[in-house]
């Protein structure tokens, strides 16, 4: 009988030391010279996959300036149509495309093809239209833009210019920028 109690004893010890080392583990620091990182589900990480189950989850992650009006996901290519805000300017137009290219080409490994329209609302009277509430609504383009990640070495320079650099020809080009007769009309011909 002694024996069966010096077992029980022998095994709730052990089991105690056990439960305190488990304990004590996270506590202990970087083992073999590793850092310690938090785990992911205490922070949050961006995906490197788009995917049409994330997609909302990535792009309404962002801070842009005009609102979203559609997106598409579909064999690699993510088509965006931007609102453009009524006192939106050059400057946050701009900002906003490229963040759309940096979060496509240098955050994202699956976006091969990146389309974005930025595009104005319109008031455009109906034929009986007597007050306001008749008019139909038209969207306009202001800028339309195509980028590739086969265009050569397109991550290492989506992460340089800022928004003023768009306007220049040279970053046009690179970016398949194209400015409408509307966006000079509205903010100047600073664009080809």
């Known amino acids: 009988m002694r024996s069966a109690w010096k077992r029980i004893a022998l095994g709730a ?3 105690a030391a056990a439960s305190l080392l488990l304990a004590l583990l996270p506590l202990a620091g970087p083992v073999a010279g590793k850092q310690h990182q938090p785990l992911a589900v205490f922070r949050q990480e961006q995906p490197r996959l788009l995917a049409s189950s994330n997609v909302v989850d990535v792009l309404g992650g962002l801070e842009l300036s005009q609102h979203i009006k559609r997106v598409r996901w579909s064999s690699g290519v993510l088509s965006i149509d931007l609102a453009a805000a009524k006192d939106a300017t050059a400057r946050s137009l701009n900002q906003d495309l490229l963040e759309l290219l940096r979060v496509s080409f240098v955050h994202l490994d699956n ?3 990146l389309l974005v329209r930025v595009l104005e609302r319109q008031k455009e009277a109906g034929i009986a239209a007597a007050d306001d509430a008749q008019q139909e609504i ?3 383009l202001l800028l339309a833009s195509d980028v590739r990640r086969t265009d ?7 992460s340089a210019p800022t928004a003023d650099d768009l306007l220049l020809p040279h970053w046009q080009e690179r970016l398949r920028l194209v400015y409408t007769p509307l966006w000079r009309e509205r903010f ?4 080809r």
């Open 152 to 158: 050569p070495q397109v991550a290492s320079w989506v």
């Open 138 to 140: 038209r969207w306009a």
């Open 111 to 113: 976006v091969e093809r």
């Open 188 to 191: 100047g011909a600073s664009t």
């Open 13 to 15: 010890g052990l089991a």
